[in-house]
């Protein structure tokens, strides 16, 4: 009897770059050198169009150059790496560019997004609300026992649906970014000392951005002190770059600076990781296996992926199994979790319903070991992940889904509600039947939810005036 998904063994391979008009005469050499790669970045549409010339035609640039214009909250940014795994299996058209997974998220295109609803009512900037969470700048203390150190807000590639594009890269028309406004140095001091005086910290995730783009000095040197804080022992280092900029992680003076730090972990019996992040399994080349395994040959404890749900890139049992295998298989990088994307201005093409992504998590169970089943993860607003099947409520109309959660954020520590109120987390509106889209159409959501809005800033704004 045939099986929903057949297994097969699938070897990875490097597409040939120099199936792309610009890159035809670019050597090995050149290729694998990071410096080669982040000198050749597509930032632009006459960057792109200088690499894939006429295979492209303009009405495919004028959509790229729409979306960056109207809808765009990240800038382009793409290492050649990441170009170069669109259309993989052959020289790419404009129809093939369309549909491909990697160019849907990392190359947005004006006529992808919702033409309704690009941004649901309740979509917002920082829409985690880890700011309001940052016990100093950039250290996010939203867990009891974990936080998150934003070190920089940059990345060597940007995804078109990035969960911290209120900070993280350069402005674009309709997004003004934030900026930090301490200096690296003493942000960063700032947050050792705060470890330091934390002993309910356990676990440090070290993101940004990407860490990929953080001076090496400067990285070892901040991971060296965390690892002489007694409490801490997970240290988990966040790099899409291990798949977008594999190059990166293949040079000598990293290897062994994370063999330093590999060394020191172990001596102190800490556990250092590296999350990255892989959407698709065409993004998972010799290339990221080979980076992958010299960074493990380093004595880090493991490499994990963290990929995210997103319609049209990898919203299938098929796409997310063959994504799984590749990694589990030919990278030994372990299936850890997908994300909902969250609820970001403009993600509405992107984002599943709960729905979905509880019947994507049944769908894959059975295939992987179960230490390699990845979970499907909503990441509420105020609450912090939950595996998808962990809702409390659910109106399929409206499309809200309410959770509960038993430990307090930082900012509830004198709510006395907060671990039995229910938290809402938002459906995508044109998932909804027909008279859900009509309820919100007729309440005249945004007018709600920005009255709600407006109402809340008075209070704080009241409550900073008054000191309280
Ligand atoms: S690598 Fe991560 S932080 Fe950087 S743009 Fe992508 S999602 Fe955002």
Excluded at 256 to 282: C, D, F, P, Y
Excluded at 321 to 341: K, R
Aim: aromatic letters at 8%.
């Amino acid at each position: 009897m045939d099986q929903p998904y057949a297994y097969r063994r699938r070897e990875l391979v490097e597409p040939d770059w120099r199936r792309l008009p610009g890159w035809r005469d670019v050597t090995a050499e050149e290729w694998e050198s990071a410096q080669w790669q982040r000198a050749h970045c597509v930032k632009n549409v006459k960057q792109l169009r200088d690499v894939f010339g006429d295979l492209l035609d303009e009405s495919f640039y004028a959509d790229v150059e729409r979306d960056q214009a109207e809808r765009a909250t990240m800038s382009i940014l793409l290492p050649p790496q990441m170009v170069n795994t669109m259309v993989p299996g052959g020289v790419p058209t404009v129809e093939a560019m369309y549909a491909d997974p990697v160019r849907r998220y990392m190359l947005p295109v004006f006529s992808d997004r919702d033409p309704v609803w690009p941004s649901h009512p309740h979509a917002s900037r920082d829409s985690l609300h880890e700011a309001e969470m940052w016990a100093v700048e950039g250290l996010t203390h939203r867990y009891p026992t974990k936080v998150l150190a934003e070190l920089l807000p940059t990345c060597p590639q940007y995804c078109g649906h990035c969960t911290r594009m209120d900070l993280v890269g350069n402005s674009t028309p309709t997004i003004d970014k934030h900026k930090f406004t301490l200096k690296p140095v003493d942000r960063l001091d700032a947050m050792v000392d705060y470890l330091r005086r934390s002993p309910g910290v356990r676990d440090v995730v070290v993101s940004g951005g990407d860490v990929a783009n953080m001076p090496w000095a400067r990285l070892e040197s901040f991971v060296s002190r965390l690892l002489e804080i007694d409490n801490v022992r997970d240290i988990r280092l966040a790099t899409k770059a291990l798949m977008g900029l594999p190059q990166h992680w293949l040079q000598d003076d990293v290897r062994t600076g994370m063999e330093r730090l590999a060394t020191a972990a172990r001596s102190r019996g800490v556990n250092i990781a590296i999350h990255t992040h892989v959407n698709s399994a065409q993004s998972v080349t010799p290339l990221v296996a080979k980076a992958t395994r010299a960074m493990l040959d380093t004595g880090i404890r493991d490499v994990r992926n963290q990929g995210v749900l997103l319609r049209g890139v990898n919203d299938t049992q098929q796409d997310l199994l063959d994504l799984c295998f590749a990694l589990q298989d030919e990278a030994s990088i372990l299936p850890y979790y997908f994300y909902m994307c969250d609820m970001i201005p403009g993600s509405e093409h992107w984002r599943l319903a709960v729905h979905e992504a509880q019947a994507l998590q049944h769908a894959i169970m059975g295939y992987l070991p179960g230490f390699a089943t990845p979970r499907m993860i909503c990441d509420v607003p105020y609450v912090g992940k939950r595996w998808v099947d962990q809702l409390e409520s659910y109106d399929r109309t409206r499309g809200v889904s309410y959770w509960t959660k038993n430990y307090r954020t930082s900012v509830e520590r004198e709510d006395e509600e907060a671990l039995t109120r229910r938290y809402p987390y938002y459906d995508p509106i044109s998932t909804l039947p027909v008279e859900g889209q009509m309820w919100w159409r007729t309440n005249d959501a945004g007018d709600q939810v920005a009255a709600q809005r407006n109402a809340a800033a008075s209070r704080s704004a009241a409550e900073a005036l008054t000191g309280s």
